[in-house]
Structure formats: structure tokens, C-alpha cells
């Protein structure tokens, strides 16, 4: 069975520090994985993903992921942080031909 | 959210009632998703449909039943079976080729 961990349920950062939102993943076989965000009372909207190639993947709004195999993570990260950056974001995997699957979701805020 | 519609945005059901979801999309994606949403759990696969007139359970398929009779539309009963039902219904449909989901603005529903 494939699963998605985010151990953080909240992360704070204060504007214009780097943030860093962690990601582990369980699948079998080669993964596919996603990040999304969720502003209040609105649908997800995809930031990136990896499906092979390159470990670094850059997204929208500058955000980017690294895919550590070893690890099995999928970290999201952003070198400096804006308050419109704070929402809601979700991991997602799935391996072979499966639907996604979602993490629990860490809220981000960033203060200014 | 653009290319996908949710209606309604509210709704709010009574003890023993069954209540619809819908969800259109113009996008000509095949395949199209429904998932529930509570806090602190993440996103929960309900059902899912690849192609028209087929679809399968997902993870918490119980109390919920659905029909894919168009490419476009992928409606949602919440059937008085379901005794938990108030939560945030969110509708999503994939692009085959680059994976991505696309979300629409999502229906919360309510118990009277």
C-alpha cells in the first residue's frame, strides 16, 4: 500500500527566511509525486512534481523539491518566504496506476 | 479552479435524506475524482472514474454513490447511510499527460 507522512502539522517562518515543508513517502516500485496547495474554503492547486529525472524540481511561485530516494522524501522548500505563501499544502503520491495519494497536509504561516 | 464547477457551494442535509454533489468539468479530462476532506485527515479518495460509465470505490466508499453517464459530469450522493457526512466535498479531474489534478472550489456540507 502506498502512504504519504508530513510530521508537521503547522511550520512557521518569518518573511523572507527559507521555509521548508517535509514529505516522506511509502510505494511500491517508482513513485510519482506531487505537491499542492489549498488556500481557505478553495479547491488544491498543483505547485509541482516528480516522475523521473532530475532529483531537483522547480515549480510554481518559486517553489521547488528535491527526491531523495534513500530517504524517501520529497521536502518542499522555497528560498524566501512571502505571507501570500501562507496556506495549506499537501504531499501526494502514487506508484504504478493507482489515484493519488494525499498526506495530511501542513498549514504554513509566514509572518511578517 | 478554472474548467471545473462544484455546485452547490453549501448544502445542508437532514436525518435520513439524500443529498446529490455536482460536478461538471469542460477540461475533456477522463478521468475525474471526489474526494472528502476533513480536518486534520487530508484528502480521503471516495470514488474515482477513468472513462465514461465506469468507476470505482476508493478508500471510504460507504454511504456515498456515484454515475458517470457524460464525459463531463461526475455527480455525488451522499446517501442517508452515510452518518458522518458533514465535511468539505472536493471534485478533481486528471490530464493523462502531465498527471496533474485540477480541482474544483469544493462543497461543504452540513447536517441539520
Known amino acids: 500500500a502506498q502512504s504519504v507522512a508530513q510530521p508537521e502539522d503547522q511550520v512557521n517562518v518569518a518573511e523572507g527566511n527559507p521555509l521548508t515543508v517535509k514529505c516522506t513517502y511509502s510505494?511500491?516500485?517508482?513513485?510519482?509525486l506531487f505537491w499542492y496547495v489549498q488556500y481557505p474554503n478553495r479547491g488544491l492547486q498543483f505547485l509541482l512534481k516528480?516522475?523521473?529525472?532530475?532529483?531537483l524540481v522547480k515549480g510554481s511561485y518559486g517553489f521547488e523539491a528535491e527526491f531523495n530516494k534513500s530517504q524517501t522524501s520529497f521536502h518542499l522548500k522555497k528560498p524566501s518566504a512571502l505571507v501570500s505563501d501562507s496556506a495549506l499544502y499537501f504531499c501526494?503520491?502514487?506508484?504504478?496506476?493507482?489515484?493519488?495519494?494525499f498526506g495530511k497536509g501542513t498549514r504554513l504561516s509566514v509572518i511578517a | 479552479d478554472g474548467g471545473i464547477t462544484q455546485s452547490p457551494k453549501y448544502l445542508f442535509r437532514k436525518e435520513g435524506q439524500n443529498v446529490t454533489l455536482s460536478c461538471e468539468q469542460n477540461?475533456?479530462?477522463?478521468?475525474m475524482y471526489w474526494y472528502r476532506q476533513d480536518p486534520g485527515q487530508g484528502l480521503r479518495l471516495i470514488y474515482y472514474?477513468?472513462?465514461?460509465?465506469?468507476?470505482q470505490k476508493g478508500d471510504i466508499a460507504e454511504g456515498y454513490s456515484v454515475s458517470r453517464e457524460k464525459k463531463e459530469s461526475f455527480p455525488l450522493t451522499v446517501t442517508s447511510a452515510q452518518k458522518n457526512p458533514t465535511a468539505f466535498y472536493l471534485c478533481?479531474?486528471?490530464?493523462?499527460?502531465?498527471?496533474?489534478?485540477?480541482f474544483g472550489s469544493g462543497t461543504q456540507l452540513s447536517v441539520l
Open positions: 510505494v511500491s516500485g517508482n513513485p510519482y
Open positions: 516528480y516522475i523521473t529525472g532530475d532529483n
Open positions: 478533481a479531474t486528471q490530464d493523462r499527460g502531465s498527471e496533474k489534478l485540477f
Open positions: 472514474s477513468q472513462i465514461v460509465n465506469d468507476f
Open positions: 477540461l475533456n479530462h477522463d478521468a
Open positions: 501526494a503520491v502514487r506508484g504504478g496506476n493507482t489515484p493519488l495519494v
